[in-house]
């Protein structure tokens, strides 16, 4: 996962990644009322089929301007089988134009069950036969099991070329609660945990010098996420929080490393509900809306990386 | 959940609970023979089949024994879509037998997405329509996020009458890692997110004394379970790791309070797969079998809150 997202972020000058968090309140009006009219309130199967049509509108859009989409998976799961019909489908088109898709899963379980969850990046292989239930290139893992909840993952990515990023930081209000404890050794738990997900990559390093193992760290988190960069040298960054959550991009310069890697910043609604924050728009222009949108992000982020004396 | 769970603990004498975790090498021959040779290795629809036709079996044996199964989520999105419906089949069939459906996802992300999780228990509304795409009366969340990523499924369980397990003190070998981290107040993390616990849990105590808002805690920490039970008087435990895991009865009798409640155990293959492990069976008696050791394990159970001079 991580040569090819590198290389991405290399060819297109773009650290960032849009995120496919589709709900009803975003989609546009008619798309509601060519589902909804069709199929009623009650369908799943309304919602799947309109973020199905919405996601893949904006990937046409955003294709070649980003690297890489993130699906955030609850967004689908909250409306059932139909609702995950969509996310796979999702992923698939992605990957069809050529994207890489990280999946914002947040699993985390005991060993024989994380390796259950890791079918998302492995598949699964009885009696011989291989089968890809799901299609992922990466997914987020949640720490708070430890080691063995986290290896069947990494064993995954070994396997197959696939990647994680753990949860380190995340960007919300309340993660200070658990993140921030100060230890009797003078960490805070946050970098215990950074410290333990530098240590899980250690043996899936590639040639750009980072890992397949990643950190998802929140840009509402600057100092802290300054430091993890000096703290994790081959870690590469998942930034939350950019955008709608507060995060700008001089928050984030310093997550990159001195050759503008080490981080992509994740915009969701920024890019996705682009078209409703602008009355130049028609609603039947979301997807140009979303490419302008990633394209000035992609500005913005190169324009902070060269007030830093970074270009690629 | 909480009222009915506790009802019928004491309706049933019994203070335990069946994982539902199929895998394919749990599966008897003649149930593999008859999904795969129809339907072959490489297709998902098989193993859900063979998952539910299982599961409905082992319901059938258990519904007068125990109060409560708990299918393990990753078990079934291990096989994608179709696996996820035998989950939600597994789920409604559990209902429809009058147990209580304890979902063993671990879920947890930032409030937002958190709120898409806690469709789980609380459906979703659009546009005045409410639907259930899940079904479970209670599940298992991660509490790594802090209060922001728990509120929404609190939220759920107040208006729904649900029910959420957050995971404290995991049974699986690692989770000292991260969950007993010294912190400089003095406490161990598990016991900051405990305290959070029994925090989150304040506005929903039942008429037992019990909040809708429980702990995960493992059979493998005898001492940490006692602790925890006095820590944490209004939150009911969820305990996994009885049995195949190495915990006795002994070992969780503590976990009680001095009314035998505070908690239920949990077992998984100690159940559904003791057709394995005793040659009297045929395989085609496996519920048969599953049936038996859940009694053996109600026995065991209250012979150890027996010696602590508890029965109901």
């Not at 070329?161 to 960007?171: A, D, E, M, N, P």
């Not at 300054?226 to 950019?242: A, D, S």
């Not at 995060?247 to 490393?257: K, N």
């Amino acid at each position: 996962m991580i040569e090819k997202l590198i290389d991405d972020i290399l060819k297109k000058k773009n650290p960032s990644v849009v995120g496919l968090d589709p709900t009803p309140e975003m989609m546009p009006e008619f798309l509601k009322t060519k589902y909804f009219d069709r199929m009623g309130y009650d369908n799943p199967a309304a919602y799947a089929g309109m973020f199905l049509e919405f996601n893949r509108a904006v990937i046409d859009a955003v294709a070649d301007i980003v690297p890489a989409v993130k699906p955030q998976i609850a967004m689908y799961e909250r409306f059932g089988i139909t609702g995950l019909q969509a996310y796979n489908a999702t992923c698939e088109y992605a990957h069809g134009r050529g994207l890489t898709v990280i999946g914002d899963i947040k699993r985390g379980d005991i060993s024989s069950t994380a390796a259950a969850y890791a079918a998302h990046l492995g598949g699964v292989d009885v009696n011989g036969t291989h089968s890809d239930m799901w299609t992922e290139d990466a997914v987020t893992v949640n720490p708070y099991l430890g080691t063995d909840g986290i290896k069947p993952f990494i064993d995954e990515c070994s396997a197959h070329c696939k990647g994680i990023f753990v949860l380190v930081r995340t960007s919300n209000p309340s993660s200070a609660e658990i993140q921030e404890q100060s230890l009797a050794d003078g960490r805070r738990l946050y970098e215990a945990v950074a410290d333990l997900t530098e240590k899980w990559g250690s043996g899936l390093i590639g040639q750009h010098g980072y890992s397949e193992v990643g950190a998802v760290v929140g840009a509402t988190h600057r100092e802290q996420g300054e430091q993890l960069r000096e703290r994790m040298p081959h870690t590469f960054f998942l930034v939350p929080g950019y955008g709608a959550q507060g995060g700008t991009a001089d928050d984030v310069a310093g997550f990159f490393d001195e050759n503008g890697l080490g981080a992509v910043i994740s915009s969701s609604r920024g890019i996705t509900a682009a078209y409703k924050k602008d009355p130049k728009y028609d609603e039947k222009d979301f997807a140009l809306a979303a490419a302008e949108s990633a394209v000035r992000m992609r500005e913005d982020l190169m324009g902070a990386l060269m007030r830093r004396g970074v270009s690629y």
